[in-house]
């Protein structure tokens, strides 16, 4: 079974900073995909930054510029700063890891975090 536990959010006030983390741990022989979704209330999820195994990244349009998505390969563990938040930021921010198990072995299968909240308020 793999995991991913979120950390890092809160409130903060609207230009200020946050950093959210994202751990994943289990039986994983190897992660591809990482990404950061969010959902802001009567709103459906979607997509913030997501990054490959190799580096590559994407952006929402509304954050670029402003959110950086980093990943620890050696750790397991994805990154996303955010800078410059603005109030329409505020959401719970979820996690997403395409993992490769290794028990049982070669098997890829999506995984979320449970969540982590930001809000952005003055």
């Known amino acids: 079974q793999v995991q991913l536990v979120e950390s890092g959010g809160g409130l903060v006030q609207p230009g200020g900073s946050l950093r959210l983390s994202c751990a994943a741990s289990?039986?994983?022989?190897?992660?591809?995909?990482m990404g950061w979704y969010r959902q802001a209330p009567g709103k459906q999820r979607e997509l913030v930054a997501t990054?490959?195994?190799?580096?590559?990244?994407n952006y929402a349009d509304s954050v670029k510029g402003r959110f950086t998505i980093s990943r620890d390969n050696a750790k397991n563990t994805v990154y996303l700063q955010m800078n410059s938040l603005k109030p329409e930021d505020t959401a719970v921010y979820y996690c997403?890891?395409?993992?490769?198990?290794?028990?049982?072995?070669?098997?890829?299968?999506?995984?979320w975090g449970q969540g982590t909240q930001v809000t952005v308020s003055s």
């Open positions: 990054i490959t195994s190799g580096g590559s990244t």
């Open positions: 997403k890891a395409t993992v490769t198990t290794a028990q049982p072995m070669g098997r890829t299968a999506y995984y």
């Open positions: 289990g039986s994983i022989f190897s992660i591809n995909n």
